[in-house]
């Protein structure tokens, strides 16, 4: 089993940057793709990135050129570097295999930007 911790969330102002980890602990040898989601209220859970172990990556359209997601294989944590943040990036964020999500959810970290 593959437990995920997610952290690196909190407040800020449109335009500016944070930075998410995700930390894999439990049954991790060989992570699959993995990938970033997130969520707001009464919304589905939306895939935003993922990579595979070799480090290809994929966006969706609404991030493309400000979000980077990397993974260390070797710590088996997954980052998600966003920038340039908007309003509508507010969300809760989670990560877990994808583009299909087979793990548990971890309790996510919310990220709130201001306009």
């Known amino acids: 089993q593959v437990q995920l911790v997610e952290s690196g969330g909190g407040l800020v102002q449109s335009g500016g940057s944070l930075g998410l980890s995700c930390a894999a602990t439990?049954?991790?040898?060989?992570?699959?793709?993995m990938g970033w989601y997130r969520q707001t209220p009464g919304k589905q859970r939306d895939l935003v990135a993922h990579?595979?172990?070799?480090?290809?990556?994929n966006y969706a359209d609404s991030v493309q050129s400000r979000f980077t997601i990397a993974r260390d294989n070797a710590k088996n944590t997954v980052y998600l570097q966003m920038n340039r943040l908007k309003p509508e990036d507010t969300a809760v964020y989670y990560c877990?295999?994808?583009?299909?999500?087979?793990?548990?959810w971890g309790q996510g970290t919310q990220v709130t930007v201001s306009s």
């Open positions: 877990n295999s994808g583009p299909v999500p087979v793990y548990n």
């Open positions: 439990g049954s991790t040898a060989r992570l699959p793709v």
């Open positions: 990579i595979s172990r070799g480090g290809v990556t």
